[in-house]
């Protein structure tokens, strides 16, 4: 079965450079979630969309910002990285009515150095 | 904000052994869900958990809904060494898709 693609896997930028991080849903899932992963911690939420339109937002610094395309694919921007972006990012979807088909991405892990 | 407190931390547990984590949050939930996450890769969904009082189980995993809608507990039984990993609590606020708070974490070890 077809899974949340994220790309890159990795990537690797120096601080006060830009990235942009890419989520491919699965097919037919009309939700988008964006989360942020630190060392050792839990993933926390970011921001999400629910047919191209931001539905919900979390503690998504003002540094970066999101989209979902009319494809439903999402892009997340990050600009003047900090090295405290460091962390694995990753992004889930689902139908908006189906927790239970709430599925996450392998995630990009971002470094900034 | 929202904080899921889980226990065990971590554990070391022998390959056979029973093992049982819980989650209890201050606030409460309309929806549990336990994911299981291996390094360097994304949660992946165990259990969800719908209704207060609910018992489900998938494989060696069970998982209930605590009454109170504050809890739950996961059980794995039998654990082998493919069990090794981080296990995630997450609770949702309504019952359809929405942003999840997850809690702190067990990390699961088990020695042969």
């Known amino acids: 079965a077809a899974g949340v693609i994220q790309s890159p896997r990795h990537l690797i930028k120096e601080k006060r450079e830009t990235a942009t991080l890419k989520c491919y849903p699965i097919?037919?899932?009309?939700?988008v979630y964006w989360y942020q992963q630190g060392p050792g911690q839990d993933p926390q939420f970011l921001i999400s969309?629910?047919?191209?339109?931001?539905?919900d937002k979390g503690s998504i610094p003002d540094r970066f910002s999101a989209q979902q395309f009319s494809d439903y694919h999402s892009e997340l921007n990050m600009s003047s990285l900090e090295l405290g972006d460091s962390a694995l990012y990753f992004c889930?979807?689902?139908?908006?009515?189906?927790?239970?088909?709430?599925?996450f991405g392998s995630g990009t892990r971002l470094t900034v150095v | 904000g929202q904080q899921l407190n889980q226990s065990p931390q971590s554990m070391f547990i022998q390959e056979g052994e029973d093992v049982s984590m819980n989650c209890t949050s201050s606030?409460?939930?309309?929806?549990w869900l336990w994911y299981k996450q291996d390094p360097g890769e994304g949660p992946v969904l165990l259990i969800a958990?719908?209704?207060?009082?609910e018992l489900t189980s998938n494989g060696r995993l069970t998982a209930q809904f605590g009454i109170t809608r504050k809890d739950s507990f996961l059980n794995i039984s039998a654990s082998i060494p493919s069990d090794v990993g981080i296990y995630f609590c997450?609770?949702?606020?309504?019952?359809?898709?929405?942003?999840?708070?997850f809690g702190t974490g067990t990390r699961l070890q088990v020695t042969l």
């Open positions: 097919p037919r899932h009309d939700t």
């Open positions: 958990l719908y209704k207060a009082g």
């Open positions: 606030s409460i939930f309309n929806t």
């Open positions: 889930a979807s689902s139908l908006r009515t189906a927790l239970s088909g709430y599925t």
């Open positions: 997450a609770g949702s606020m309504t019952g359809t898709a929405s942003k999840l708070t």
């Open positions: 969309f629910y047919e191209k339109m931001q539905s």
